[in-house]
């Protein structure tokens, strides 16, 4: 990979192969097309791909496969969050190349190429479970099946459900209410000749 740069090396960190050695070393002058950006580094090298801008920057990281991890350095929140909102990644941090390590709340994960679904603390846990559903219904709730499934709804029913709708926390009342109209609405057809074609 290292050989078939067209960049130009700046750093050398050395290597050793009988040692299983590799320091640090930064190529500058690297194109999009280059060798080095075919794949992921696994590895001390630091391609530098020289752009006029932070929208070249984005439109780089967006021509290419999302990034398991993107790196922002700057001191202006503007430009961070420029990038953030125009980009996607695995994960991302600023001014820091290894912070995220270190914490067992920010769950580590890829997205597309890079890898799917998270792992590490509670995102590992529950990666690797399964959530099961499980809804219980009391057989007293039968006279809405009565109502909403097999017929049309008997006038005690319609006003138990009144009687829920007005009873009931706000968030169940629209379903409550939903149950009255589709009630009714055998009755609302005979009468009225508009509803569900009649």
């Known amino acids: 990979m290292l050989e078939r740069t067209k960049g130009t090396v700046v750093l050398d960190g050395g290597m050793d192969e009988s040692e299983l050695f590799m320091g640090m070393t930064v190529i500058s002058d690297v194109t999009e097309d280059d060798p080095l950006m075919e794949e992921e580094v696994f590895g001390p090298l630091l391609p530098i ?14 021509r290419g496969e999302k990034p398991l991890s993107l790196y922002i350095f700057s001191k202006k929140q503007s430009n961070i969050d420029r990038i953030v909102n125009n980009t996607s990644s695995g994960q991302m941090v600023t001014n820091d190349a290894a912070l995220q390590n270190f914490s067992m709340d920010a769950p580590f994960g890829g997205v597309g190429n890079s890898g799917m679904r998270s792992y590490v603390g509670k995102a590992g846990f529950d990666n690797f479970s399964h959530h099961r559903t499980c809804i219980y219904r009391s057989a007293g709730a039968e006279f809405i099946n009565e109502a909403v499934r097999y017929g049309r709804m008997s006038e005690r029913s319609v006003r138990v459900l009144w009687l829920a709708f007005r009873l009931y926390p706000v968030e169940y009342r629209w379903t409550i209410f939903a149950l009255l109209v589709l009630g009714l609405s055998p009755f609302l057809a005979a009468r009225f000749g508009w509803l569900f074609g009649a």
């Open 49 to 62: 791909v020289p752009v006029d801008g932070i929208d070249e920057a984005i439109a780089i990281v967006n």
